[in-house]
RNA sequence: GCGGCUGUGGCGUAAUUGGUAGCCGCGCUAGACUUAGGAUCUAGUGCCGAGAGGCGUGGGGGUUCGAGUCCCUUCAGCCGCACCA
């Protein structure tokens, strides 16, 4: 009997389903296991054979921890809100809902067919107003906190209210946007509006004018993550800085322990240093420059404290505040004409093109050890958003400072003893102290030192740590997206009740803008809130007494993917996020597995939601994902044809160097082995029809190259086909085979063959040619028992490691030896098909039922390998010399080191090889190798 | 520029962690069965060489009885960050 793959993969997919058997639930007295994948976006062009890659492993790795006796939580789940939808809405006017509900179901049914352990009753969607209630309930909860870096941790903002009441703002030690500043009486007169702005100066998630990362051809503002080489990262379209009112959330209150998290969790080392990056913790002071003539003070903020002696101007970036502060009247006009011209170039153009350029302000200032007076020049190589947007400047020591001292002709001083910089500044931290007071003579690192202590005790300034990373901006002027709970009162925002969520998205006429630059939500006729009845009313209704306008802004991507691990714990509950007895059951994602592109966005934004979860004191664990695997890209293996320029005439690959031809892409499902289907060619573009070939040997040879798997490549293969025509187990098992799980590598079908194959040889050991069961209840040989225990052994410790290709090859070798010993026997069919079953779940199931089970083999447990079937009674030493191995010879494996060195030397081929020279010495490594040194 | 990762047959890869380099698979060669082969089975297949043998893990150097594995150096590719004061 055939190996029937697809009637078998059929028969176990709908069993599983009507069974439950991926139904999870849980069990007080068994162990938990958390294994998540980063749940995709539902996209129109559906799974490609790389997808399913990282499922497949972590589906296995589920599947391995069951029959090892866990309760393994494997859920699945679509990121549904997202830009690409929404595009094609405003193209074609379909709602994006219809879209992702028709990609989703695509995507399920493409899924299926491959044969997840997923448990389906807890899949979540981002858009269902289910789940985003708990989005918006989290924010509303940010907005109703404040960070404490005493407590270092989020609190509610009735403690920060109370303590304005009863001391202002003096001493307090929390994350704002900027410094306040006032007294309880100041607190206490101001009226309710007055209060709330300055409250949101507080805010976790807070309303601010900020520089952001506008795109206009997607008419939204973006993260800095979705920025990429000042191109958006969906279409990679321009964008701008612009000024605008945004909700934000205050990540960088948190910089601090989601560095110090990162040494906790097992992820890649380039993973976390990517994350270290991006938070960007640098040590330094913030010190005061008073300005001449004036009662102002420049803020800065330096790593080099010690070079405060060699600092000769100072400058400002365009956008500071201290622009127009300082600006005299005499260099008005030049600055005005300077910062019309910065505003002008974009991000890329600013970051591309390094021209040193910049305008002096009119002002100077004060060194505050030396008392230098010095200039305070604008320039846009100072990065408003780092720091304070101003810098003092050290020529000598910095390369910007010193090629902007060159350029415009200021001092530069030199500081350390006997470095050159005649051509380029010495930005090196090492060296001894000169020209600098009461440093001279101390080293670099001493001098940072002191030079802190000494700003902090003459109050020059404070010592500060900066970090890179900045807050979050959390609007997006989009319709696809989860609406915030918000409302406005003469401008000023108030959260809905919590009871009355979810604020469901209202429906629009049109995806587009409204004629006033209104985002989207700005044409739905339903879209006010009625405060006395608590509910949505039409808009046409805002009077500002009880019915006021909603918020038009949605959340970006990254809200809905921050906790949706949290809801998988819990997914139908209504009453919370997640039950508290649930999540310390589940508490977090033990393995997760996905894609190394989420480095800085994802995995940031999730680590931060969840800290502030954990502060609130909803969860249990403050690290959200302990342990995170990147799975390698798939790429694609394209071929060529080569058509000789200006014919319709093509010439195989050897041949191609005797024509001047030119090389195109062909689609790689007409190509098997790099030679082309003639017939299938002729037929795939009508302008092929009547194509002419140069063959060799009869054969068009096609060349191929690894390129990124994409239609235009022509090199896409989808897993439909290979499950169609290999089925399932052989897909997985393949995918596996590729390489090691983290590393990239191309998709070539051509060698999926080989485990096809491996599966019919082992459905051979259970049924012969004619069909007939022939496993037998025979006693195993101690050389059969040795094979299966090796495998088990080998396999156990490969998925531990996640090492899935070399389980695949132990599989294949194990089979090709029993093979050889034509054993189809019970004791040691049935450990192996239960060890097989996570990689081939229904090849296993059909053959572990037809061992007799009634059972699932998914609920058997995973065979234990004894190290007794495994030991060796002799050992093939190789004997070398001089460290080239030359002979082996067969000698017991328990033999002494002297008797290994007896043997070798009582060996005729030894003296062979010796011939005639003296031994130096003998190296004699039992159980593994004899060397002789002469 | 800084940081991380990766370099092994024609191809994807393996190597018990310092101990016989090339396991497993693809491809290729030869053969068997066959009307046929994109089926199956058998044998071979790192390179050079008729052979003995020599050479071989991007290149160079080192440590070691012994290096794909450790150290130094260099080259190439991929990824991340990039005026971060």
Request: net charge negative.
């Amino acid at each position: 009997m055939e190996y029937n793959f697809k009637e078998i993969e059929q028969k176990w997919q709908s069993y599983w389903k009507k069974h439950n058997t991926y139904k999870t639930d849980i069990k007080e007295n068994k162990e938990k296991y958390y294994v998540l994948d980063m749940f995709p976006y539902p996209s129109g062009a559906g799974l490609h054979v790389g997808h399913p890659l990282g499922y497949i492993a972590s589906d296995i790795y589920s599947r391995y921890k069951r029959l090892k006796g866990f309760n393994v939580l494997h859920p699945m789940g679509y990121d549904a809100y997202g830009l690409p939808a929404e595009q094609y809405a405003i193209q074609t006017g379909q709602h994006p809902a219809i879209t992702t509900d028709k990609n989703i179901e695509r995507y399920r049914e493409q899924l299926d067919k491959i044969g997840f352990s997923f448990d389906w009753d807890r899949e979540i969607r981002t858009s269902d107003p289910g789940y985003y209630k708990w989005t918006q309930w989290t924010f509303i909860k940010m907005f109703e906190s404040y960070y404490c870096y005493d407590e270092k941790q989020a609190r509610p903002m009735t403690e920060l209210i109370e303590c304005f009441e009863q001391q202002g703002s003096k001493g307090l030690n929390v994350a704002c946007t900027e410094e306040l500043l006032f007294t309880a009486e100041e607190w206490n007169t101001k009226t309710e509006k007055e209060r709330r702005e300055i409250l949101m100066n507080y805010r976790m998630a807070y309303l601010a004018d900020t520089m952001v990362n506008w795109c206009p051809q997607l008419g939204t503002v973006l993260a800095n993550d979705e920025v990429i080489n000042g191109l958006s990262e969906r279409g990679g379209f321009p964008v701008e800085q612009r000024k605008m009112r945004q909700w934000c959330l205050r990540v960088s209150a948190y910089a601090q322990r989601l560095l110090d998290g990162l040494d906790r969790i097992d992820w890649t080392e380039s993973l976390k240093e990517t994350q270290r990056n991006w938070i960007g913790r640098s040590e330094g002071a913030e010190m005061k420059f008073k300005v001449k003539n004036s009662d102002l003070e420049l803020e800065i903020f330096t790593t080099r404290a010690d070079t405060v002696f060699g600092v000769t101007f100072m400058v400002l970036a365009p956008e500071s505040d201290y622009v127009c502060q300082l600006t005299t009247p005499e260099q008005a006009e030049e600055v005005a004409k300077y910062l019309e011209a910065t505003k002008k170039r974009t991000e890329r153009e600013r970051q591309t093109d390094k021209k040193v350029t910049g305008v002096f302000t009119g002002s100077y200032a004060a060194n505050p050890l030396s008392g230098e007076e010095i200039p305070v020049w604008i320039s846009d190589y100072v990065l408003a958003g780092y720091g304070t947007g101003a810098i003092m400047a050290v020529p000598a020591h910095d390369s910007r400072d010193y090629a902007f001292a060159k350029h415009f002709n200021l001092p530069i001083i030199p500081l350390i003893e006997g470095c050159d910089i005649s051509n380029e500044s010495f930005d090196a931290k090492e060296g001894v102290m000169m020209n600098s007071g009461f440093l001279n003579g101390l080293s670099v690192p001493e001098a940072i030192k002191k030079a802190k202590e000494y700003v902090e005790e003459k109050g020059i300034g404070r010592i500060k740590v900066n970090y890179r990373l900045r807050d979050a901006i959390f609007s997006r002027q989009r319709y696809w997206g989860e609406p915030f709970p918000v409302y406005y009162k003469d401008g000023i925002p108030y959260m809905l009740p919590t009871e009355s969520l979810p604020l469901e998205l209202p429906e629009v006429t049109k995806f587009l803008p409204t004629e006033t630059g209104e985002p989207p939500l700005g044409n739905a006729t339903v879209w006010a809130w009625d405060e006395t009845n608590k509910k949505v009313v039409e808009t046409s209704k805002i009077d500002n007494k009880t019915i006021f306008p909603l918020e038009l802004n949605t959340m970006p991507g990254f809200a809905g993917s921050s906790a949706y691990y949290l809801r998988y714990m819990d997914p139908h509950n209504d009453k919370a996020l997640v039950d508290k007895k649930v999540n310390e059951y589940w508490k977090n994602v033990d393995l997760y597995i996905g894609g190394t592109e989420h480095a800085t966005g994802h995995l940031i934004y999730s680590r931060f939601w969840n800290k502030f979860l954990f502060d609130l004191g909803v969860i249990c664990e403050d690290e959200p994902f302990k342990k995170l695997i990147n799975q390698g890209m798939i790429q694609g293996r394209s071929n060529f044809v080569y058509r000789i320029t200006n014919t319709n005439k093509f010439v195989s690959l050897n041949l191609k160097d005797q024509y001047d031809t030119t090389p195109l892409h062909v689609d790689v499902n007409i190509v098997s082995n790099d030679v082309l289907d003639l017939d299938k060619f002729k037929a795939w573009r009508p302008e092929f029809a009547n194509a002419e070939f140069i063959l060799e040997d009869g054969k068009y040879i096609c060349g191929w190259a690894v390129e990124k798997m994409s239609k235009s490549m022509f090199n896409v293969v989808n897993p439909d086909d290979i499950v169609e025509n290999y089925g399932a187990d052989t897909l997985r098992l393949y995918e596996m085979f590729l390489g090691p799980l983290e590393q990239s590598k191309p998709w070539d079908t051509n060698g999926i063959d080989g485990v096809n194959r491996f599966l019919k040889r082992l459905w051979g050991l259970f049924y012969d040619r004619e069909g007939n069961f022939i496993v037998s209840d025979d006693k195993a040989t101690a050389e059969e028992l040795k094979t299966l225990h090796k495998t088990i052994k080998k396999v156990g410790f490969d998925i531990e490691n996640f090492s899935f290709n070399t389980s695949v090859s132990a599989f294949m070798i194990c089979v090709n030896e029993l093979v050889a010993l034509k054993c189809s026997k019970r004791e040691i069919l049935e450990p192996l098909v239960v060890t097989l079953a996570s990689f081939a779940p229904h090849i296993c199931e059909e053959l572990y039922h037809a061992l007799g089970y009634n059972t699932s083999v998914c609920n058997a447990e995973f065979p234990k390998y004894d190290e007794k079937h495994l030991v060796e009674a002799t050992k093939k030493y190789p004997i070398s010399f001089n460290g080239k191995v030359r002979f082996t010879m067969e000698l017991p494996a328990d033999m002494s080191k002297e008797e290994v060195e007896k043997a070798t030397l009582a060996d005729e081929q030894t003296s062979k090889y010796l011939d005639g020279k003296t031994i130096k010495k003998i190296i004699v490594v039992p159980g593994k190798i004899v060397n002789v040194v002469f």
